[in-house]
């Protein structure tokens, strides 16, 4: 079975602060791991992907993350926060077999303090 | 390319009503899944469609329905509308339900309001 969890449900970071959304997994076997993005009254946006290639993943907007299989950790952090960036994130796991359903955390709401 | 467009965007109906939301899929993708979103669940699995056949089912209601077409676009059904049906519902997209490790692209969603 699978399950993610979101380690914080809000986040506030001041303008050109690093930003951490913390995102744990569990999973049998070797999983997917995404991050999406959901700005107000929008549909989910994928930032970045790991599917078992490289660990260090870099996304859109200056995101990227990496997958810890030894902390079953896939933390989302970006250099420099922009206000653009608030919105609310989700890491989702999935598996490798076209049955497996995707799982999605609760969600970050990520607020930028000017 | 076009994206995953849902259609209408916003919905108000009375309770005890019933409704209908369509998404149309990214051209070529072949699966389409659906999502309800609200502040207290978060984003729950309704049900996946692939080749017109729904293949995974989450734990909703028979008043939750759905169908897909042959040309892959989807429809959901809602019957007997109740105040907790309240959501925005998000569709998704995958080429197929193998290639979903390739992460699924969504449309804006349906925000339905039942009163």
């Known amino acids: 079975a699978q399950s993610v969890t979101q380690l914080d449900s809000h986040v506030s970071v001041s303008e050109g602060t690093p930003v951490l959304l913390r995102c744990n997994y569990s999973s049998s076997y070797s999983p997917s791991l995404f991050w999406y993005v959901q700005h107000p009254n929008k549909g989910l946006q994928l930032l970045l992907k790991?599917?078992?290639?490289?660990?260090l993943v870099k996304g859109i907007n200056g995101f990227e993350a990496e997958f810890k299989k030894s902390e079953t950790s896939f933390h989302l952090t970006k250099p420099s926060a922009h206000m653009s960036d608030a919105a609310e994130y989700f890491c989702?796991?999935?598996?490798?077999?076209?049955?497996?359903?995707?799982?999605f955390g609760k969600g970050t709401r990520l607020h930028i303090l000017p | 390319k076009a994206g995953v467009t849902q259609t209408p965007r916003y919905l108000i109906k009375t309770r005890g009503q019933q409704v209908t939301l369509s998404c149309s899929p990214i051209s070529g993708h072949r699966s389409v899944s659906w999502y309800q979103q609200t502040p207290g669940q978060g984003l729950q699995f309704l049900f996946e469609y692939f080749s017109e056949t729904q293949r995974n089912k989450g734990n909703f209601p028979g008043r939750f329905s759905g169908r897909q077409f042959s040309n892959s676009r989807s429809e959901m059904n809602v019957s007997t509308l109740e105040l907790g049906d309240s959501a925005l519902y998000l569709c998704?997209?995958?080429?197929?339900?193998?290639?979903?490790?390739?992460?699924?692209?969504f449309g804006s969603g349906t925000r339905l309001t039942v009163v």
């Open positions: 998704a997209s995958v080429p197929t339900p193998g290639q979903a490790t390739y992460g699924y692209t």
């Open positions: 790991y599917t078992s290639a490289a660990t």
């Open positions: 989702v796991v999935t598996g490798m077999n076209r049955d497996d359903k995707i799982i």
